[in-house]
């Protein structure tokens, strides 16, 4: 079953939540998306990496602009003590991930799997 945005808003301010690690966030809408902002502040709170999957995505039922890194720039503007690992390259957005990488030193680009 998919998580949706307010259960893991909810689930981020139960005790005990689990560390917000691998998670597609893709999956719960964008990644700026303001139900998701318990769980960033949560993370942040607790020096937490958040991961978010940047890029393009093959899901058909999902638009790919969720993925698109300039939403982890709002969320990095929002949360500066937030540490972001962008979930491969970012492509086709490389440009756009390069600039929100140097931007906010807390955003870092996760290069697993990146492979074509």
């Known amino acids: 079953m998919p998580v949706t945005a307010p259960a893991a808003a ?3 301010t139960s005790p ?16 700026d ?15 937490r990496i958040v991961f978010a999957h940047t890029g393009v995505n ?3 039922h999902r638009p790919i602009r969720n993925e ?5 720039d709002q969320v990095a503007c929002d949360f500066p003590r937030l540490r972001l690992a962008a979930c ?8 756009e991930m390069t600039a929100v990488a140097r931007r906010h030193s807390q955003v870092y680009v996760d290069f697993r799997r990146a492979g074509p």
Not at 16 to 31: I, K, Q
Not at 34 to 46: H, I
């Open 10 to 12: 909810r689930s981020a």
């Open 16 to 31: 005990g939540w689990p560390a917000p690690t691998s998670a597609c966030w893709c999956a719960l809408g964008p990644v």
């Open 33 to 47: 998306a303001r139900e998701l902002y318990p769980v960033y502040a949560k993370a942040a709170e607790e020096d």
């Open 58 to 60: 093959y899901a058909t």
């Open 68 to 72: 698109h890194p300039l939403q982890l």
């Open 88 to 95: 491969h390259p970012a492509w086709p957005f490389v440009t």
